[in-house]
């Protein structure tokens, strides 16, 4: 079946400029997550959506960063006047309704360079 | 705040070696467990998970059992094939919340 896609897998943007990444996660997943991962480095949470509820973005590192999930389903973090550090691949994931235990289901991630 | 630290690689084994990637946590309260492992050029796939206080889990031959008093959960193979090269991550999710706590990942690379 499907699982969870992004776009783009890879994005080149210039310093300043503003970027948009898609997630579309597994079909009927109420909670979707966005993790930031650095070169060498684990995954680190940004924020989490219940259907169309932002309930956490306590990741967030700035201002320039927002997500939403108008629909409940497809989701976009954007961020704006890219900074060199915003260099790293951002993941998406989906997981169903069951509880705390259920698997987060992965996409393939989104490459962001900033040049 | 919770953390977890898993050992720093990269881990250089001969096909048929046995493995362990040693993973330790801080967490309040009991939190579930998990490794992911990432293969090149692929996305985050869960390997094993383990919810409760001795609980195993285990998949494709791999195995990690969540040890509460010594707060850890060693990711184990008896016999690792060059298939398994990738990075390993360990990751906690506490019970009150749900988003994934991950380790830095330790790189795992099967010669033959």
């Known amino acids: 079946g499907a699982g969870v896609s992004q776009s783009p897998r890879y994005k080149v943007a210039k310093r300043g400029q503003d970027v948009a990444l898609r997630c579309d996660p597994i079909s009927g997943h109420v909670s979707l997550f966005w993790y930031q991962q650095a070169l060498g480095q684990g995954p680190e949470f940004l924020t989490y959506?219940?259907?169309?509820?932002?309930?956490?973005k306590s990741g967030l590192p700035s201002d320039r960063f927002f997500a939403e999930r108008p629909e409940g389903s497809v989701s976009t973090l954007k961020i704006q006047r890219t900074q060199q550090e915003d260099s790293a691949v951002y993941l998406c994931?989906?997981?169903?309704?069951?509880?705390?235990?259920?698997?987060?289901?992965f996409g393939p991630g989104t490459r962001l360079l900033v040049l | 705040g919770d953390s977890v630290t898993q050992m720093e690689g990269p881990v250089t084994l001969s096909e048929e070696a046995f493995l362990t990637i040693n993973c330790t946590y801080t967490a309040t309260g009991y939190p579930s467990l998990f490794w992911y492992v990432q293969y090149p050029g692929e996305g985050l796939q869960l390997l094993l998970k383990?919810?409760?206080?001795?609980d195993k889990g285990s998949n494709k031959g791999f195995e990690a059992t969540y040890r509460k008093e010594t707060t850890s959960f060693h990711l184990e193979k008896g016999s690792v094939q060059v298939s398994d090269s990738a990075v390993y991550f360990c990751a906690l999710s506490r019970q009150a919340g749900t988003a994934l706590i991950f380790g830095k990942g330790t790189t795992l690379s099967v010669s033959s």
């Open positions: 994931a989906s997981k169903g309704s069951g509880g705390v235990q259920e698997t987060q289901y």
């Open positions: 383990a919810t409760k206080a001795d």
């Open positions: 959506f219940q259907n169309e509820a932002q309930l956490d």
